[in-house]
């Protein structure tokens, strides 16, 4: 319990830390815009 109490914290932090880093980053910025690319027909 010693070990796996912090070990549990440290993980939540550091998952917090990465989806607030991911909007930073712009990642859910244009959710549709992937879905809708791959139904585009760009070959000519």
């Known amino acids: 319990m010693i070990f796996l109490i912090p070990a549990a914290v440290l993980m939540g932090a550091a998952g917090l830390w ?15 815009g992937a879905a809708h690319r791959i139904l585009l027909d760009d070959d000519e």
């Not at 880093?21 to 549709?32: N, R, T, V």
């Open 18 to 32: 990465a989806f607030f880093w991911s909007l930073k980053a712009g990642q859910y910025e244009d959710l549709d």
